[in-house]
Each structure stands twice: as C-alpha cells, then as structure tokens.
C-alpha cells in the first residue's frame, strides 16, 4: 500500500470534522423536559391520581395509595375516544397479588367510572 492521495485525506478530515460537528450540535441542543408529575389510577375504585414524581429517585408500580395504604394505584393515560384507562404494559399485572380490580376491563385496560383527577403525594 501507498501513502495517502490528497482527496483521501480530504474525505477523512471532512468526516471527522461532521463528526466532531454533530456531537456538538446534539449536546447544545436544548434539555430534554421530564415529566414532573404522573396519573395513577386505583384500579379498585376508578379513582384518578395526579401524583408528582420524586426528582431523585425511581418510583414501582402498582404504587400504594395514600389513603387506603393498598397497592393499587397503576399509571393511566386518555385513550383515542378520551376516556381512560391503564397503560398497556401494566394490564396484566392489574390482576396479580391481593387485588380486585373492579374498575377495570382485563382485557382493554379501560377505567369504568373514572373519577377525578385529584391531586395527592403517593411517592
């Protein structure tokens, strides 16, 4: 192999300096906003939970809640139609442990009767 020809040089110096140019683009862009406050519902009443989220630390769910002390509070968000119901990835957990879940479809997730939300520290 021989030495390097100009254009080559050229190409990896140019890539290098886009390189260089992207990772500073990308970290002065503006900061990512985190949520500071999530729905729970209890999946026993239909109540809605506007809880705020620790800001130094993870949260589990199904989380306790604050007046009954159960674990029953699942996070839930407005679907397409407007009503609630709890995110899919918890729904097959709503039916596990100690639970009733009267105020919840099994198989949707959708929150029948949902009230609220209020707003009430649960973490």
């Known amino acids: 192999m021989g030495e390097a ?3 080559q040089i ?17 970290c002065n862009s503006g900061k990512v906003k985190l949520a500071s406050s ?5 999946v026993e009443t239909g109540q809605l939970i506007e809880a705020p989220l620790p800001k130094n630390r993870s949260v589990l769910f199904p989380a306790t809640h604050p ?3 159960r674990a029953t509070l699942f996070p839930a968000h407005r679907n397409e139609s407007g009503g ?3 995110s899919g990835r918890y729904v097959p957990y709503v039916k596990s442990k100690d639970i009733d879940p009267k105020a919840v479809d099994l198989k949707t997730g959708a929150i029948a009767n949902a009230t ?8």
Do not use: R, S, Y
Request: proline share 5%; aromatic share 10%.
């Open 5 to 7: 020809k100009p254009w």
């Open 10 to 26: 050229a190409v990896v110096v140019v890539g290098l300096l886009t390189l260089v140019g992207m990772v500073v683009w990308q």
């Open 38 to 42: 999530i729905t729970l519902v209890d």
């Open 67 to 69: 007046d009954t002390k």
């Open 84 to 86: 609630w119901e709890v």
């Open 116 to 123: 609220g939300p209020v707003e009430k520290d649960v973490f």
